[in-house]
């Protein structure tokens, strides 16, 4: 819809987006209506059709204020003499602005995770802007390269700081992100790989496996159609059953994510640990985890939205996924990590960040086909060696 264009409208509006914000994040997007928004912007249902035409673009609005909001701060930076001060600079700047608006940033993971157009719209933006700084460093795809890795370790911090502990992001966290962009992962050698090396593929289900049939259409269906919109009935048909199979093997449709969710993590770890059987190093090992991600996220197409939305489901599933493999992660990095392998020695913030680079790196280049011109050797060298 067009925008308001007296500044009694303009404040209207602000005010239904910022009534929406504190909506989402008690409720979430999925469980709010345009009359839970109304009520907390003190306004009558009929007068939120005069600025909005649904639900869905008031979020995208939303979605769009944070973004700029982010843009702004970023843009408004001074130049800094190193690439490690320009990304801390990035990094404060990013804390800041989500932890001011962090009901429109956890509205934003709601909401994107249904919605691939607004996602790019949000992380595509952010990105070139982080690109365009660092890119006085360095040359080339490699600017974007960096910009998506330092986007996915601030989201990953900022998730963990702001949303799920429900605290401030600490200086350790945007110091970290800055040595990590700046200087790589490892100032090791990148371990080389040939390209033509593969790792298993995703296994299917035996003949005659009702259970393990069901969880695969499980996953497709919650992909396809969201939490609250997948049906037992639909599950049931995709795995060519009938409906009353479905409960066989599982409970409710809650139960039916819970085990999606648990397949798909045992399935990352598996496949993380087969690419990386024989690695010669703690760094190798690493690499080859990020290709291990990135053919699992080829496998599993549907699985960002379904852990956010699983999130969202229940609270439980977000630890149980990325709390466990998290956990596991920094134990592993404090057992087998040698001094000075990588660049930092925080093994949490460590693993943290490295899970947010594998995110946001598999989304923009499995997911979206980006990194045109770059390898798959080429991209994760750029990463691990870091701005040269």
């Known amino acids: 819809m067009s925008a308001p264009a007296t500044p009694k409208g303009l404040r209207t509006r602000e005010r239904l987006i910022e009534a929406s914000g504190a909506v989402f994040a008690r409720k979430g997007c999925a469980a709010s209506g345009v009359a839970d928004i109304c009520a907390a912007a003190g306004l009558a249902v009929g007068g939120f059709y005069r600025y909005f035409a649904s639900k869905?673009?008031?979020?995208?609005?939303?979605?769009?204020e944070l973004r700029d909001d982010l843009i702004r701060a970023v843009?408004?930076?001074?130049?800094?003499k190193t690439a490690e001060a320009e990304a801390l600079g990035i990094a404060l700047a990013f804390f800041d602005r989500a932890g001011r608006r962090l009901d429109s940033f956890k509205a934003m993971r709601e909401a994107e995770a249904g919605n691939e157009a607004l996602a790019r719209d949000f992380y595509g933006p952010l990105a070139e802007v982080f690109a365009g700084r660092?890119?006085?460093?360095?040359?080339?795809?490699?600017?974007?390269?960096h910009a998506w890795a330092l986007l996915g370790s601030l989201y990953f911090y900022a998730v963990k700081f702001l949303v799920w502990e429900k605290g401030a992001v600490p200086?350790?966290?945007s110091q970290a992100a800055a040595r990590l962009c700046a200087g790589g992962i490892s100032p090791k050698a990148f371990p080389w790989w040939e390209p033509a090396l593969s790792g298993p593929t995703l296994a299917r289900p035996a003949p005659g496996d009702t259970g393990a049939t069901m969880l695969v259409a499980a996953e497709e269906v919650f992909g396809r159609c969201g939490y609250n919109g997948a049906r037992v009935s639909e599950i049931a048909k995709k795995a060519g059953f009938a409906a009353g199979t479905f409960y066989l093997f599982f409970g409710s449709k809650q139960e039916a994510l819970e085990k999606v969710v648990m397949r798909m993590r045992d399935s990352l770890v598996k496949k993380a640990a087969a690419y990386s059987a024989g690695s010669g190093s703690r760094v190798e090992t690493e690499a080859l985890a990020f290709r291990a991600l990135f053919d699992f996220i080829k496998e599993h197409p549907y699985g960002y939205r379904i852990m956010r939305e699983a999130e969202f489901a229940d609270p439980a599933l977000a630890d149980a996924y990325y709390g466990y493999i998290l956990r596991n992660y920094a134990a592993q990095l404090k057992k087998a990590a040698r001094p000075g392998e990588f660049t930092i020695d925080d093994n949490e913030l460590l693993a943290l960040?490295?899970?947010g680079m594998?995110?946001?790196l598999?989304?923009?280049?499995v997911l979206w086909g980006g990194f045109r011109g770059m390898s798959e050797n080429e991209l994760l060298k750029a990463v691990f060696e870091g701005i040269k």
């Open 171 to 173: 200086a350790a966290a």
């Open 362 to 365: 598999g989304m923009k280049r």
């Open 56 to 64: 869905e673009e008031i979020v995208a609005a939303l979605t769009r």
């Open 358 to 360: 594998g995110h946001m």
């Open 75 to 80: 843009s408004a930076l001074p130049q800094q």
């Open 134 to 145: 660092l890119g006085r460093f360095t040359t080339g795809p490699r600017s974007s390269a």
């Open 353 to 355: 960040a490295l899970m």
